[in-house]
T-cell receptor, first 114, second 109 residues
């Protein structure tokens, strides 16, 4: 089945630790995105990538880092510099043709700082 | 940036038609207009996309005027299971795909 997979579903982190969230897609999509969602709020863009080895900051990139070494993978690292990392994180992918085309989302990773 | 504006919330009753309008600020010439539905603790799910005029699929219709400055998502005969958050993301030349706060639709019995 083609799709986009995020892992793990739940993640617990101690304060001061870095943690990496996985996002893999087998849809052959060029574009990939990371979003953060807080309770009762909308999606806020963290980072996005249109092609391999290239990515841009979104609205709330501070305290996060990404890499795009492979077309299929776009991991997100939540660093210790992120002051309030507890949130629901969503990854998405889409084709790179015309703008704002259909995006496919993973099921999300819920990160909790303990 | 191609930001969008939509109402924060809407209420409706089962069986009614619901129309949610979105304003598209600085929409890029080549951008489609897309709408998504999100249930709690799930990723958003694509509903419909269009470029101009009207598009209809099995779940919704999308109306886009000629100037493409707005769009209206129409859900016919809603049911309780249509209670969700609906988004009309912006794209733009930078291809950011920005979602915003969405519209919380609550369907009442």
């Amino acid at each position: 089945d083609g799709g986009i997979t995020q892992s793990p579903k739940y993640l617990f982190r101690k304060e001061g630790q870095n943690v990496t969230l996985s996002c893999e897609q087998n849809l052959n999509h060029d574009a990939m995105y990371w979003y953060r969602q807080d309770p009762g709020q909308g999606l806020r863009l963290i980072y996005y990538s249109q092609i391999v080895n290239d990515f841009q900051k979104g609205d709330i990139a501070e305290g996060y880092s990404v890499s795009r070494e492979k077309k299929e993978s776009f991991p997100l690292t939540v660093t210790s510099a992120q002051k309030n990392p507890t949130a629901f994180y969503l990854c998405a992918s889409s084709t790179r043709g015309r703008g704002n085309t259909e995006a496919f989302f993973g099921q999300g990773t819920r990160l909790t700082v303990v | 940036l191609a930001k969008t504006t939509q109402p924060i919330s809407m209420d409706s009753y089962e069986g009614q038609e619901v129309n949610i309008t979105c304003s598209h600020n600085n929409i890029a010439t080549n951008d489609y207009i897309t709408w998504y539905q999100q249930f709690p603790s799930q990723g958003p799910r694509f509903i419909i996309q269009g470029y101009k005029t009207k598009v209809t699929n099995e779940v919704a219709s999308l109306f886009i005027p000629a100037d493409r400055k707005s769009s209206t998502l129409s859900l016919p005969r809603v049911s309780l299971s249509d209670t969700a958050v609906y988004y009309c993301p912006g794209g733009g030349s930078a291809r950011q795909l920005t979602f915003g706060s969405g519209t919380q639709l609550t369907v009442l019995p």
